[in-house]
């Protein structure tokens, strides 16, 4: 199994910019997540999708931020307009149902936003 | 506001010693608690877990104590090995739900 798959693993840009962050579950996963890890807050849930529909998006920052799950191995996170304090690092999960322990991660999307 | 805190950034431990990474949680509506590990360049891992209606549970070198009362849980890794240098973040889940929180996360380096 291939894991999580977040694409591109680096994003640099420039403030104002649209900025579209990729990821592939893990095939068979019912739920997926998408955090943001920064210094000061830890791991922050932005979002959740259960058979990829939107189920708690509390954790959006602002209407800057939207999340899609067009089908069941794919879903992105974008940022329009960015600004430099979305700089972190963007992170999705899958978990299949029942499993309560294991969120199963991806290597992260390290975005900078100049 | 932060309901799940880990109030030390980095901890530093000799190899072989006692590692302890601390806690705090602040809703007694969690029932289930979880530690994962991350290195660096990679997604955090699950470690080890403990249900709320217990107080300890043990995996190998990997010990997690729970302390309803105070809301506190510790993670003990015994003994402490170069390959445990990494972050760990604590997390909480809700009685029912399928979020999880998480803590800022612990630094902890094994020394030689």
């Known amino acids: 199994d291939a894991g999580v798959i977040q694409s591109p693993r680096h994003e640099v840009t420039e403030m104002g910019q649209e900025v579209t962050l990729r990821c592939k579950p893990i095939s068979g996963h019912d739920y997926l997540f998408w955090y943001r890890q920064t210094m000061m807050r830890g791991l922050e849930l932005l979002i959740y999708?259960?058979?990829?529909?939107?189920?708690?998006d509390s954790g959006m920052p602002e209407d800057r931020f939207s999340a899609k799950m067009p089908n069941a191995s794919f879903s992105t996170l974008k940022i329009q307009p960015s600004e430099p304090r979305d700089s972190a690092v963007y992170f999705c999960a899958s978990r299949r149902r029942g499993a309560r322990d294991t969120q199963y991660f991806g290597p992260g999307t390290r975005l900078t936003v100049l | 506001d932060q309901q799940v805190k880990q109030n030390s950034p980095s901890l530093s431990v000799q190899e072989g010693r006692i590692s302890i990474l601390n806690c705090d949680y602040t809703?007694?509506?969690?029932?289930?608690f979880l530690w994962y590990k991350k290195y660096p360049a990679e997604g955090p891992t699950f470690l080890i877990s403990i249900s709320s209606i217990k107080d300890k549970n043990e995996d190998g070198r990997f010990t997690v104590f729970l302390n309803k009362s105070a809301k506190h849980l510790s993670l003990h890794i015994v003994p402490s090995q170069p390959g445990d240098s990494a972050v760990y973040f604590c997390?909480?889940?809700?009685?029912?739900?399928?979020?999880?929180?998480f803590g800022q996360g612990t630094r902890l380096t094994i020394n030689p």
């Open positions: 997390a909480a889940r809700y009685q029912g739900a399928q979020k999880l929180v």
């Open positions: 809703n007694s509506m969690f029932d289930y």
């Open positions: 999708f259960n058979n990829n529909v939107p189920i708690d």
